[in-house]
Each structure stands twice: as C-alpha cells, then as structure tokens.
C-alpha cells in the first residue's frame, strides 16, 4: 500500500446530501501555517513516496489562495521524494484559477453524481447536477481528469440500469460506493444500502460490463478482478490500511483515514507536535486500528478471500458500533457474492465444459465475448 495522507480543509459543504455522514456546518478551514507544519512532520515521520488527496466536506471552500500556496509548499518541501496530488470534490467551486493551478499539479479529481439528474438531484438535493455539470465542464476545458463516483443507496439501486446507462451513454468511467448508514440524521439506515443488495449489484455491473467491454469502464469491478488474479487487495478496502494512511484534518490533527475526522476520539496526534511513528502507535485510535487487523486474523482465516479482501474497511466496522470490534466490515456479505462469483467463473472459464480452457485456444477459436480474464488481464 503507497504512503497516502488525506488532507480535509474543512468538513464544511455547500451541499446538503440526503444520505451526508461527513460534512459540519460551522467547521473551520485549514491554514496555510497547518500546510507548512505537515511538511515539517512528514520530513521526518516517513521518506517515502506520498499521495496527498484533498478531501472533505468539501475541500474547494479553501480557496484559490489555498490551493496556489499550498500545493507548491508541499511538493517542494517534500521534494525529492515523488509527491502526487488528488482531490475529491463535487465541483461547485470551481474556477478557471482553481483549474489552472490543479493542471500544473496534475491533480486528477474524483468528483460525485448519482446517475441522471432528476435521480441524481433527488438524493443529492436540487440544482446539484448543474452546478457540479458546471464545475466539470471548467475541470474538462483545462484538460484535468474527472472521474465520478456514484453513490448506490436503497432508492437508487432500484434504478440500476438507467445509471449504467447514464454513464455508457456519456461516456463516463462508472465507480461506485456503497450508501453507508448516516450517523448524523434521526434514521441512519434509510438511505444505507443493504450488503446483500450490494453483492447483487455488483454481479450485476460485472454482467453489464462484460457485455459491454470496450464501451465503459466500471472502476470497481475492474480493483476486484485484479485482487482475485493478484491475491492481493488493490484499493484501501481490501488491504490493511493502518499505518500506511493517514488524514489531517482543519486545526492539523491526525486521524487514520478522512472517514474519522472531527471524531475526537480517533484523533491520534497532531502535526503541530510533529509526533513520529511511534508516538502515534501510543493513541488509543492506532491501537483500535491494529486490533481490527488481528480480529480479522482469527474472524476470516477461514475465508478463502482472505488476503485480498482482508476484512474489508475497519471504519464501516467500528464507527457504528461506537469503537467495539464486534464483527468485520457489514459488507462482507458482498464482498463475498463477487468474489465468489469471480472465482467460479474464472474456474468455469479455465477447467469448467463451457471454457474446456478457452484461455489457451487460438485467437480465431475463442468464444466472441470477452469473459472474466480479459477483466483479469486488463492494465489498470
Ligand atoms: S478506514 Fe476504510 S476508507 Fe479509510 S483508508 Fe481504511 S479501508 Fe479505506
Ligand atoms: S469476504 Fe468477509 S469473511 Fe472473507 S475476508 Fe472479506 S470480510 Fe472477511
């Protein structure tokens, strides 16, 4: 797993989501002061490589003067070690001066749509589509990456196929996260996505997918294909990702990851005491990190999916039971239907009748449509 730091300049957002876990009105946005002191913390905490993401809230409340200090600030005074920039963003404040400095950097941005509009606005409140669809069109005319994410919650996913079809037709790369319960609001399972629905939805992508090779791409069936062939977990869910991410939130406290911040209790240090590796393996939120990792040791050994699935996220785990490990991540249940799947059509494709070892036939004797290894085999 590559050293990541998720930076969150403020938890604030001008959107009010239906399904929000993660946005607080009055919280304040990150100095440039707290900029200069995570340079002065990681020049000595790691020397690796590191990949900062902006994240929120919504990070572009900061601001251009921000983004044009602080960006410079941290890929040269971390220089020469390999500095990467990311932001996640539904792309409201963007501007031309934001996008400018954002190309310099080459920061891709990974930004949120729930499908069509009316859907889309419906979940996400209305007007969102078109300022974010505003915001897009600046990112695109200065040539910056966008990738959306969709939020699948337990209205939407009755609507799968227009989504799917939202995305092919404008030809958009489809990545996908599972509605959380929202520990904000008077009833947080309303819009959550059931994990069993969530397995079925993702079989469900991986079919569509393959049906439509070469006309889309589905993020995240692409990440699962890959840890099954590799046998190792290929995004942060499906590794153990304590010690090897890290987020700052607005006044420079240090969490494991954004999902955590403004939770006190899971703050573990704060960059303006500069504190090493060690120092933070002393807060009670690295040692519930690292129980999650010995708890799935002993509650998966028997999973045969073990090593790339590895319990799946230890936030969706032991947020919502208030800081006891109970049981691992609820999604289990879905990680599980699609690494089966995978597993059993890959078997089928390479020994079952159907492939009879299709994989090892001449080109002109293969069947037309692609199957699961040419998913397997793809570059991601
Ligand atoms: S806590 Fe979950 S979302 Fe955060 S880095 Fe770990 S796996 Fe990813
Ligand atoms: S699929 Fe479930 S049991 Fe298997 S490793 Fe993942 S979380 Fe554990």
């Known amino acids: 797993m590559p050293f990541h730091v998720m930076l969150i300049p403020t938890l604030g957002c001008p959107a009010n989501c239906n399904y929000c876990w993660s946005s607080e009105e009055k919280s304040p946005i990150m100095s440039i002061e707290t900029i200069k002191e995570v340079v002065e913390w990681l020049k000595v905490f790691r020397q690796d490589s590191v990949t900062f993401t902006f994240h929120g809230g919504e990070p572009l409340l900061a601001g251009v003067d921000f983004y044009r200090e602080a960006l410079p600030l941290l890929a040269e005074g971390l220089s ?17 001066e934001i996008a400018e400095i954002f190309a310099r950097y080459d920061v891709p941005i990974g930004s949120s749509l729930d499908g069509p509009q009316e859907l889309n606005d419906l979940q996400r409140g209305k007007g969102y589509y078109e300022k974010t669809m505003k915001g897009y069109e600046i990112a695109k005319a200065h040539g910056l990456t966008v ?3 969709t939020t699948f919650t337990s209205h939407s996913v009755k609507f799968r196929e227009d989504i799917f079809n939202f995305y092919l037709e404008k030809g958009l790369t489809l990545k996908l996260h599972p509605c ?3 520990l904000k609001g008077d009833n947080p399972e309303k819009w959550a996505l059931d994990p069993e629905k969530y397995g079925e939805l993702l079989i469900y992508l991986l079919d569509k997918y393959l049906e439509n090779m070469g006309k889309i791409e589905v993020m995240n069936i692409d990440q699962l294909c890959k840890c099954v062939f590799t046998g190792r977990g290929t995004v942060c869910t499906y590794v153990d990702c304590m010690g090897d991410t890290f987020a700052v939130g607005p006044d420079g406290g240090i969490y494991p990851c954004y999902r955590f911040v403004g939770m006190p209790e899971y703050v573990m240090g704060n960059v303006y005491d500069r504190p090493t590796m060690a120092d933070l393996a002393q807060s009670d939120a690295w040692k519930l990190m690292h129980k999650y990792k010995e708890f799935v040791d002993s509650e998966c050994g028997k999973c045969s999916h073990i090593k790339y699935c590895r319990g799946g996220c230890p936030y969706n785990a032991i947020v919502p039971t208030d800081g006891e490990i109970k049981a691992v991540d609820p999604h289990c249940v879905a990680y599980k239907m699609i690494f089966d799947e995978i597993t059993d059509r ?25 199957g699961i290894m040419s998913l397997m085999l793809k570059k991601i």
């Open 346 to 370: 890959v078997n089928q494709e390479m020994f079952g009748s159907a492939g009879s070892m299709d994989m090892f036939l001449p080109q002109t004797m293969k069947p037309s449509r692609p």
């Open 80 to 96: 020469p070690r390999n500095i990467a920039f990311a932001i996640q963003t539904n792309l409201w404040k963007l501007t031309p």
């Open 180 to 182: 959380l319960p929202s």
């Open 147 to 149: 990738r959306f994410i």
